[in-house]
């Protein structure tokens, strides 16, 4: 079983925009609703938005018509477009199925919102 790798954090200003990928095994990816999970410092892991095998999505309420999420189910690769950043979304961000898989966590990716 092969973790997902996470891509595209880095340094941006408030008000700014990342873009986030996650390319992860197709026995996994294609057969499950997919997230994207974020845990902050000295936080729990918490889940910000899905999308399902038909790309049904659901955002949590702190990132509603910021973020979008969307699945490329030829590719295996799922993404997560971050815009007018707020420095409350710095945390690591990771993709795993919804409910999550414990031994699918990847390394997640950093993203840093400066003030």
């Known amino acids: 079983q092969v973790q997902p790798v996470e891509s595209g954090g880095g340094l941006v200003q408030a008000g700014g925009s990342l873009r986030l990928s996650c390319a992860a095994s197709g026995n996994i990816f294609s057969y499950n609703t997919m997230g994207w999970y974020r845990q902050a410092p000295g936080k729990e892991r918490d889940l910000v938005a899905r999308?399902?095998?038909?790309?049904?999505?659901n955002y949590a309420d702190s990132v509603k018509g910021r973020f979008s999420i969307s699945r490329d189910n030829v590719k295996n690769t799922m993404y997560l477009q971050m815009n007018v950043l707020k420095p409350e979304d710095t945390a690591f961000y990771y993709c795993n199925t919804v409910p999550p898989i414990g031994v699918f966590w990847g390394q997640g990716t950093q993203v840093t919102v400066s003030a």
């Open positions: 999308i399902s095998t038909s790309s049904v999505t």
